[in-house]
């Protein structure tokens, strides 16, 4: 069998072979919901080219044949490796599949897996560097076709809370990159209410993949003239207060078992329950929308290379316009993020998320200078100390006082049944109780979930 596999209910082939975007998209298919025809090219096709420095004998005829039978005269090509790494390689629109453009996209994606970001990224999550991406080759869909055209992204629940209400945003006439990037304006996701069909379809999605992971999911999206097609599913990896709550919900519902919920919530991501918040009452001199509980508080830096700097004397607060995958150095280095643009699936509250780092973005009255930022008619030099709340999105001066929240009935339940489990009440700390809980439940060989 060749590296080129066409994108179907069949395939059955694992995420180290087809990637992990390749691998939802089968999914989507086995599911009988919308995607636009594609081929994937295996992960061995990368480690080769990265190993041999040239694409294998053969790779793009066969790739050349295998689009040419979807039709299209415009695809794209994305990559996508077994463990998600959003933003850090190379995505190529609208491309024209001729022999050239195919091997030149190609060798683009592939190449991408050795950038400094990549590399980094891949450093800070503990992902190894030979594991190499799949890449999708897939029909364009058009979200900037008219006035009935669109991308956006959702999740099933509400990534910073676990509340069971779908959360994402939209953008009208525009493409997905325009959603994820942070440079454009998003809507908030309740108002595809614009187009009924869409939403609809779309919620009744986004419950069919919750049934099928018993989960929470990720999805983005694109609608043209009117039309739903989804390109990327996973689940959505909650943590701190979302885990807990997604968690003991699924129970509730009778979606998992108590065990299995117990060992979906890791011990640490208990230390982000009691989420803390800025005082009530403090001045604050701006607002966006938070995007990664927590307070943050440290010196302005407005570069990834002056973060870097910085962080070497003390914390450090990542001012930009938007983030990119070029700003990972930075976003590591600092202790919260801020940005004048983007909305929850923005490359800056993306990578937030996955670094349970406090992050405020689409602050509309943020100016980012060389030396300085304008915040609400404040002027604040480089290396001032300021504050993020990314809950509430408020920007303020100084340290000011913060208060934690208590631990709440979700929280409260969770450590119930966690006592159950282990048959110890004593006092203890709560990852403590979670952590005895669940070395009774592997000991036991009771089910892990999924």
């Known amino acids: 069998m060749g590296s080129v596999r066409h994108l179907s209910a069949?395939?059955?082939?694992?995420?180290?072979?087809?990637?992990?975007?390749?691998?939802?998209?089968v999914l989507l298919h086995r599911l009988g919901l919308p995607v636009p025809a594609g081929v994937v090219v295996t992960t061995e096709a990368c480690r080769a080219f990265l190993r041999d420095g040239e694409l294998p004998d053969g790779l793009v005829d066969e790739l050349v044949a295998a689009v040419g039978s979807l039709g299209a005269s415009m695809v794209s090509v994305r990559s996508g490796a077994a463990v998600s790494m959003p933003g850090m390689m190379d995505t190529i629109l609208n491309l024209r599949p001729t022999p050239e453009a195919l091997a030149d996209a190609l060798k683009s994606v592939f190449s991408s897996w050795n950038t400094p970001r990549a590399r980094t990224y891949r450093t800070l999550h503990g992902i190894p560097h030979d594991l190499g991406t799949a890449v999708v080759v897939q029909r364009m869909v058009f979200g900037d076709r008219d006035g009935r055209s669109g991308s956006g992204v959702a999740f099933s629940r509400d990534p910073n809370t676990g509340e069971n209400v779908p959360f994402g945003e939209v953008l009208f006439g525009?493409?997905?990159?325009?959603?994820?990037?942070?440079?454009?304006?998003?809507?908030?996701?309740?108002?595809l209410a614009a187009e009924p069909g869409v939403r609809q379809d779309l919620l009744d999605a986004l419950h069919r993949l919750e049934q099928h992971y018993r989960d929470a999911c990720y999805v983005e999206f694109t609608f043209e003239s009117g039309r739903l097609w989804l390109l990327q599913v996973r689940p959505g990896r909650f943590t701190g207060a979302a885990a807990v709550r997604l968690a003991t919900d699924l129970a509730g519902e009778g979606v998992i078992t108590k065990a299995e919920a117990l060992l979906r919530v890791a011990p640490q991501h208990l230390h982000q329950v009691r989420t803390p918040r800025i005082t009530p009452g403090v001045d604050v001199i701006g607002r966006g929308l938070g995007v990664c509980p927590g307070v943050a508080a440290g010196r302005v830096a407005v570069t990834a290379d002056e973060a870097v700097r910085l962080a070497a004397e003390g914390p450090v607060v990542l001012v930009r316009p938007e983030t990119s995958p070029d700003d990972i150095r930075g976003l590591?280095?600092?202790?919260?993020?801020?940005?004048?643009?983007?909305?929850?699936?923005?490359?800056?509250?993306?990578?937030?998320?996955s670094m349970g780092k406090p992050a405020v973005v689409g602050v509309a009255s943020l100016v980012v200078g060389t030396d300085s930022v304008a915040l609400g008619g404040t002027t604040i030099a480089v290396g001032t100390t300021i504050s993020i709340d990314g809950t509430s999105g408020d920007v303020v001066l100084g340290t000011p006082p913060v208060v934690t929240a208590g631990a709440g009935d979700h929280l409260r339940r969770l450590l119930e049944w966690a006592d159950?489990?282990?048959?110890?009440?004593?006092?203890?700390?709560?990852?403590?109780?979670?952590?005895?809980?669940?070395?009774v439940l592997g000991a036991t060989g009771r089910p892990t979930g999924t």
Do not use: M, N
């Not at 159950?420 to 070395?439: I, K, N, T, W, Y």
């Open 174 to 191: 525009h493409q997905g990159d325009d959603v994820v990037s942070g440079r454009s304006l998003t809507r908030p996701l309740h108002e």
């Open 332 to 353: 590591a280095a600092a202790t919260g993020i801020v940005t004048a643009r983007g909305g929850p699936a923005s490359h800056a509250a993306v990578v937030a998320r």
């Open 10 to 25: 069949e395939l059955s082939e694992p995420p180290e072979v087809l990637g992990g975007k390749a691998h939802g998209l």
């Open 420 to 439: 159950e489990v282990s048959g110890d009440r004593s006092e203890r700390e709560e990852p403590e109780r979670l952590a005895a809980a669940q070395a």
